[in-house]
């Protein structure tokens, strides 16, 4: 089945059973200000989304990570689809992630409670059995320069916790912007970005409602 991703020109091969492209992706790939030189690290790149619209804003090389060897097969064949060559898929965790040095890092992990998860696949993919909150902020301070940006969407309930972890691994937190299910109804994901080492206050966006 191929889409197109919205606002975009670019193409997107889906595997409508386990990598699709879900309202989360749109979000985050509106949320994440890619600049014409930076150099972005996808962690978690399923079928490519968030990557695809990365290396059409950037110059400079995007490289997509995923453990799971079908989503990194998937997303090679979408970069090929769009003939972008600033691109690259490796088969790896973020935690076996050489040292090197990133502009922003995006990630797009939906952590639910253990109940939610109906299927080992989607375990994996859905709850931080391979990669935690702490993970993600260690790994973001190892790889990315100074002033170097972090992006992600989170549960609302898991905000808290990020807050926490990013103050603890010298993220601040710059921008944020709920995501509710409509106008009569608590927000439910929350898009945030943090700086390395970054200074100042957090700017809170206007919120998104999905209907």
Partial sequence: MTDYIPNTNLKLIQDEDSFKMTSDSIHLSNFMAIRKHDRVLDVGCNNGVLSL?????TK??????????????????NAKLNSLDNLEFIHTRLQDTPDDVFDVLVCNPPYFKKERIMSVQQAHARFDLELTLEDLAIHSTRLLKDKGRLVIIIPVERFHDWLILAYEHKLTVKRCQFIHHDQDHSANTVLVETVKNGKGTMKV???IFNR
């Fill in 53 to 57: 619209v990365a290396a059409q804003h």
């Fill in 205 to 207: 966006e206007a919120p």
């Fill in 60 to 77: 400079n090389q995007v490289m997509g990570i995923d453990i799971n060897s079908s989503a990194i097969d998937l997303a090679k064949s």
